[in-house]
Antibody, heavy 120, light 110 residues
Framework: QVQLQQSGPGLVKPSQTLSLTCAISGDSVSSNSVGWHWIRQSPSRGLEWLGRTYYRSKWNNDYAVSVKSRISINPDTSKNQFSLQLNSVTPEDTAVYYC??????????WGQGTLVTVSS | QSALTQPPSVSGSPGQSVTISCTGTSSDIGSYNRVSWYQQPPGTAPKLLIYEVSNRPSGVPDRFSGSKSGNTASLTISGLQAEDEADYYCCSYTNSITYVFGTGTKVTVL
C-alpha cells in the first residue's frame, strides 16, 4: 500500500522560500513507471498542478508555466522522498499543497495536504 | 493553461443520476485519454474515481462512470446517495507536457 507523508512549515514570510517534503512508503521514487507530482489548492485558484519529477533512465522534471521561474522539484533517493521548493513567495502562494503519485495520468495516492500561509 | 470548465453545481435526489461535464480544448481532453476524475469531501485530499476516461480503480462503486466526446469529458453518478455529496474535479494531461484540473463541481443530494 502506497503512502505519502508530507512535512514542512505552515507559515512562510513573503519573498522567502517555501519548502515541503513528501516521504514515500510502499513504492520507490526511482520507479520508472510513475511520476511524483506537487499540486496546490486555494479558493481563488482551485486545484493547480505545479510540477513533477520522474525517472526514465534519467531524472526528468516538468513545471507549470505559472511558477516555472520559481520552482524546483527534486528526488532524494537515499530517503525515498521528493521535495518542493518555491522561491520568492507572495500571499498569492497561500494554499493547501499536496504531493501525489501519478500513474496512467491519474493521482491514485495523495499526501495529507499542508496548509502553507504566506504572511509576515 | 486555462482550467477545464465544469458547472459550479449539480443536484439530484437520492436514486437519481447526475452528470458532470468537463470542457477543455484540442490541446488537452481532445488529444489525450489521460482524463481522470476525483471526489473531494470537505477538508480531505481528493480521491481518484476514474482514470483514462472511463476506468475505475478497485474499490470505486460502479455507480461512477466516465466518458469522453471531443473536447468534453463527463462523469455520471447513477443511483445518487447521500454520501456522494462532495466536490468533484476532472483532470487532463496537456500537449504542453503539463496537467490541468477542472474548476470543480459541488454535488448536492436533495
Amino acid at each position: 500500500q502506497v503512502q505519502l507523508q508530507q512535512s514542512g512549515p505552515g507559515l512562510v514570510k513573503p519573498s522567502q522560500t517555501l519548502s515541503l517534503t513528501c516521504a514515500i512508503s510502499g513504492d520507490s521514487v526511482s520507479s520508472n513507471s510513475v511520476g511524483w507530482h506537487w499540486i496546490r489548492q486555494s479558493p481563488s485558484r482551485g486545484l493547480e498542478w505545479l510540477g513533477r519529477t520522474y525517472y526514465r533512465s534519467k531524472w526528468n522534471n516538468d513545471y507549470a508555466v505559472s511558477v516555472k521561474s520559481r520552482i524546483s522539484i527534486n528526488p532524494d533517493t537515499s530517503k525515498n522522498q521528493f521535495s518542493l521548493q518555491l522561491n520568492s513567495v507572495t500571499p498569492e502562494d497561500t494554499a493547501v499543497y499536496y504531493c501525489g503519485r501519478n500513474s496512467y495520468g491519474a493521482y491514485g495516492y495523495w499526501g495529507q495536504g499542508t496548509l502553507v500561509t504566506v504572511s509576515s | 493553461q486555462s482550467a477545464l470548465t465544469q458547472p459550479p453545481s449539480v443536484s439530484g435526489s437520492p436514486g437519481q443520476s447526475v452528470t458532470i461535464s468537463c470542457t477543455g480544448t484540442s490541446s488537452d481532453i481532445g488529444s489525450y485519454n489521460r482524463v481522470s476524475w476525483y471526489q473531494q469531501p470537505p477538508g480531505t485530499a481528493p480521491k481518484l474515481l476514474i482514470y483514462e476516461v472511463s476506468n475505475r480503480p478497485s474499490g470505486v462503486p460502479d455507480r461512477f462512470s466516465g466518458s469522453k466526446s471531443g473536447n468534453t469529458a463527463s462523469l455520471t453518478i447513477s443511483g445518487l446517495q447521500a454520501e456522494d455529496e462532495a466536490d468533484y474535479y476532472c483532470c487532463s494531461y496537456t500537449n504542453s507536457i503539463t496537467y490541468v484540473f477542472g474548476t470543480g463541481t459541488k454535488v448536492t443530494v436533495l
